[in-house]
Each structure stands twice: as structure tokens, then as C-alpha cells.
């Protein structure tokens, strides 16, 4: 029990973190005697409230009670701490006046174990510059990175949703191509005196072209031009075999969708790695019959 009342724990302090609670309303009078950043306190499962110290939780353990053997000691608390993800921008009150590259700040979780005193759980925001006991994780940071980037779905060039496409015509498929919509793209993300680089770029796209077909390139596709006549693209495009006069306003629903392959090291060598992100975009294609006149 203790356990699924550590796990809600756990949920309510991250929607705490979100902006759904603020710390001031936390302190309703079980967490009197709490210091910043305090953001759930419980008791224990079927545990009475009532006044007392025992209803009196902070966000720090308490020190040891006078005679218990434990002044000097804190074998009574079982702590945990993991690299909070994200991390919290520069500035942020919990970075308590150091700097993103000094340290990191953890989620701290601390539950006191002593079957005599239950009751206890605790979780905080602390900075540290590399506690011994936690390891950072680079693969973390390289998806802080990567978040950083904000990376978006491919810029739809061709099909234009403006213009209407002909049955039996090559059409081309292309894309503008930006840092942010195919790369390659840097970031850096530090914590605890690690520092992981991180480069994304589009390795692949995948075009759904709303009539049960797909097409996939591996490169952002090349520009049409008056020059090329009916000629197909050498490299992404597409056939349509039947009109759109029976699709959702008269319109092909498609999507367009990339594949990015990050890579990514820590700085100064050692561990690297790699992460793959998929971004989408939709279009839309119209598609009509060549009408032949006869004479």
C-alpha cells in the first residue's frame, strides 16, 4: 500500500511541477515547517490525522528525534534521486543561484522506513552538483537536446493544395528544406558536468498519398520546372490513377512524414549514441481527368 501511495506521489507531484498546484497551496497544514519546492506530502495508508508532529511534514527529512539513537545519522530515510527531465531552463528558482553546467537539478524521493515512525514521504526539487549516487544518464540529455531543436513536420512544397493535378501525370514530390523541418540541426545539453552534442538530420521521408499508396525518399526531392515537361522526378514522385471527386472535398488527404536519425556524444569522448524522431505534416491533392475535345 505504501508502495501505490508512493506511486500517486509521484503523479501528483509532477502535475504539481506542470503548474496544476501551486507551492502555496500545498501547505494546507499537513505540510507545516516545509521549504521550497515542497510539492506533495502524504502519510501513511489508513494512518489517522490529527494534530501532533507526526502531521507535520516538510520538504526536507526531519532530523532524527532526541534519544532515537539517529542524531547523527540518517539510516531512518531511504532517499532516491533522478535527473529531472527536462531539466529546468536557466534562471529557474531551482537551479538555486548556480548554473545548468555547474550541476543538475534531481527529484528527490525520500520515504522513512522505520515501522514506528511510517508515515513519512517526501518529495523534492534539489540541485547537486554530481552526487555519487546518481548517475546521469547521457542518452537523457541527448533527448534534451534534442527537444530543443523543435523539430517540426517537413515543409510541403509540392503538392501545392492550390493547384489541381492531371490522372496519368507525373506529379513530383518535394520539400524546403530548414534546419528545424530536415537538418541538420545542433543542440547541446548539460548536467552534472556532462555535456552531450547532438546533430539530427532527415535521413528518410515517407509520403501517404491518400489513395492506398506510399512513397519513400531519402532525400528532400527535386524542383519541378517548365523544362522537365511530363517527364517523372528522378528521385520522388508519384501517379495518380483516379481522380479525387469522391475523397473528403473533392481533395486526397496525405501525409508526409520524416524520419530524423540523431547522433549524438559526449563532449570531450567517451559514450555515444544514437535516437531516431519522426515528425508528420499534412497536404492535400486535387485530382482531375484530362478532357479531350473532339473535333
Not at 523539430?151 to 512544397?157: D, H, K, Q, R
Request: hydrophobic content about 35%; glycine content about 10%.
Amino acid at each position: 500500500m505504501l508502495r501505490q501511495t508512493t506511486a500517486w506521489a509521484v503523479f501528483l507531484s509532477v502535475t504539481a511541477s506542470l503548474g496544476f498546484a501551486s507551492p502555496a497551496a500545498a501547505d494546507d497544514g499537513v505540510c507545516k515547517g516545509r521549504t521550497k519546492y515542497i510539492t506533495l506530502c502524504v502519510k501513511k495508508p489508513g494512518e489517522e490525522s490529527g494534530g501532533g508532529d507526526q502531521d507535520k511534514r516538510s520538504s526536507q527529512p526531519p532530523a532524527p528525534k532526541p534519544g532515537s539513537g539517529a542524531e547523527n545519522e540518517r539510516d531512518h530515510w531511504r532517499c532516491t534521486k533522478a535527473l529531472k527531465n527536462p531539466q529546468p531552463p536557466a534562471g529557474s528558482p531551482e537551479w538555486e543561484g548556480h548554473e545548468p553546467g555547474d550541476g543538475a537539478v534531481y527529484l528527490q524521493e525520500c520515504e522513512w522506513v522505520d515501522e514506528k515512525e511510517a508515515g513519512y514521504f517526501v518529495v523534492t526539487t534539489v540541485w547537486a552538483a554530481t552526487p555519487d549516487e546518481v548517475t546521469i544518464d547521457p542518452a537523457v540529455l541527448a533527448q534534451q537536446a534534442v527537444d530543443s531543436m523543435l523539430l517540426t513536420g517537413p515543409a510541403v512544397a509540392s503538392p501545392r493544395p492550390e493547384a489541381t493535378y492531371t490522372v496519368g501525370v507525373p506529379m513530383w514530390l518535394w520539400v524546403t528544406p530548414s534546419p528545424t523541418t530536415w537538418g541538420p540541426n545542433t543542440a547541446s545539453a548539460s548536467a552534472g558536468g556532462i555535456t552531450v552534442s547532438a546533430t539530427a538530420q532527415v535521413s528518410s521521408i515517407s509520403w501517404r498519398m491518400g489513395d492506398g499508396s506510399t512513397v519513400t525518399c531519402t532525400g528532400p526531392g527535386t524542383a519541378y520546372s517548365a523544362a522537365r515537361g511530363m517527364s517523372p522526378s528522378p528521385d520522388c514522385g508519384h501517379v495518380y490513377r483516379t481522380p479525387s471527386a469522391h475523397q473528403p472535398a473533392n481533395k486526397y488527404q496525405g501525409t508526409a512524414t520524416t524520419t530524423w536519425t540523431v547522433n549524438w556524444a559526449v563532449t570531450g569522448g567517451g559514450q555515444t549514441g544514437q535516437l531516431t524522431e519522426v515528425r508528420q505534416s499534412p497536404f492535400t491533392v486535387s485530382v482531375g481527368e484530362l478532357q479531350v475535345v473532339g473535333q
